[in-house]
């Protein structure tokens, strides 16, 4: 992790900041190792630009920290400490004048902000998203790794849920399904809440699995993630159970078209814009680009929504490393809703496609 911390430092240096204060778990993890969600309790990694970092967190926690690897400096607290004072304490002995912090500002609250406002009343406030976004962007060997095996065990669990598709059985009938299937395999968290949706219900491009039954002529949207050691997974397959009707059948072609020409776009070089519109037009063209209402994708990792943002204005040059979904849907109300995702990776010279069950429309009997 310490090649980690440095680029961080570096950056530090470069935009003459004293002192980072990263109270995310997801990026606490990303640079110590260690992670946690503390609930309401406060977590914290504080960087400098020479000196020692220092964790804070629960003291019941430390023995874990620990354990993950971290080697320097721990605060722990109690539920009755005051772990502000011990901050402030541990940041003066490092280093007397602080005049530029960088935070989180889309996760530090406004309460914790005001204590950090006490504590360094004379200092200036900058974000530190953008920095450890970028430097979370690109993924190395171990991280593609664990994200491959989170995706293997997507394709199982899709896999795993259209055997399950049957006459009468409900959404959730088939979620809970695939989900203790996964637990059986050892899965103990998801990306996010899965979702099975059939009928309608799939034209609601987040839409909430609930007591609607399967039926012949349905199609039925799978989206759902794995985690494996912090590192998500994301896929959406859209079947369809018995003979769809032709309106239907010309909705799928046309996202699994779009989705298509949406991955041999992606290269080193190519923007994320380029990227979008190539699967944006598509579906223009064929007249649904009004159902279309959302971006084609979004980078993967820690979280299961990072940088890169896959949108029609993003002029970010693709990259070696990144790791991206890919997309498109077209949802008409009481007509059909499809949705085609896969997780890719950007390589050398071209893309690694990492979520393999099939796209070429699967007819459950």
């Known amino acids: 992790m310490n090649h980690r911390l440095e680029k961080l430092k570096s950056w530090m240096k470069e935009k003459n900041v004293d002192v980072t204060f990263l109270t ?58 005051h772990p502000w004072e011990l901050i402030q304490t541990s940041i003066h002995k490092r280093i007397k004048r602080v005049s530029k912090v960088a935070i989180e500002k889309e996760h530090l609250n406004v309460e914790r902000y005001e204590k950090m406002l006490e504590l360094f009343p004379q200092a200036s406030f900058v974000s530190a998203e953008g920095k450890l976004q970028l430097l979370r962007m690109i993924k190395d060997a171990k991280e593609l790794k664990l994200i491959e095996e989170a995706c293997a065990l997507a394709d199982y669990a899709v896999e795993f849920g259209c055997s399950e598709i049957k006459e009468g059985k409900t959404e959730l009938d088939v979620l809970n399904a695939l989900e203790y299937a996964l637990k059986q395999k050892g899965v103990t968290e998801m990306s996010f809440s899965t979702m099975v949706l059939t009928g309608a219900n799939a034209a609601s491009p987040h839409g909430n699995p609930g007591e609607t039954k ?16 912090r590192y998500c997974s994301d896929i959406t397959r859209t079947v369809a159970y018995g003979d769809i009707n032709d309106k239907q059948k010309e909705i799928y072609d046309t996202v699994l078209k779009a989705q298509i020409a949406a991955i041999e776009a992606s290269k080193p070089g190519t923007t994320a814009a380029e990227v979008d519109m190539t699967a944006r037009k598509i579906i223009s063209d064929a007249g649904y680009g009004d159902y279309f209402p959302h971006r084609l994708g979004h980078g993967l990792g820690i979280s299961v929504h990072e940088y890169p943002s896959m949108t029609s204005t993003n002029q970010l040059r693709l990259e070696e490393g990144m790791v991206y979904t890919i997309e498109p849907g077209i949802y008409v109300p009481d007509v059909a809703g499809v949705r085609i995702e896969d997780d890719v990776y950007i390589t050398a010279d071209g893309v690694k496609v990492l979520t393999k069950f099939p796209k070429e429309l699967q007819i459950i009997k």
């Not at 399967?214 to 989206?223: A, E, S």
Request: with cysteine; proline share 4%.
């Open 24 to 81: 995310s778990s997801e990026n606490v993890f990303y640079l110590s190792g260690y992670y946690t969600d503390p609930h309401e309790r406060l977590l914290a990694l504080v960087v400098f630009q020479e000196q020692e970092p220092f964790l804070v967190c629960p003291e019941m926690e430390i023995y874990n920290a620990k354990r993950a690897g971290w080697e320097q400096e721990i605060i722990g607290f109690s539920d009755t400490d």
């Open 214 to 229: 399967i039926k012949k002529g349905d199609l039925v949207l799978f989206d759902l993630g794995v985690v494996v050691d």
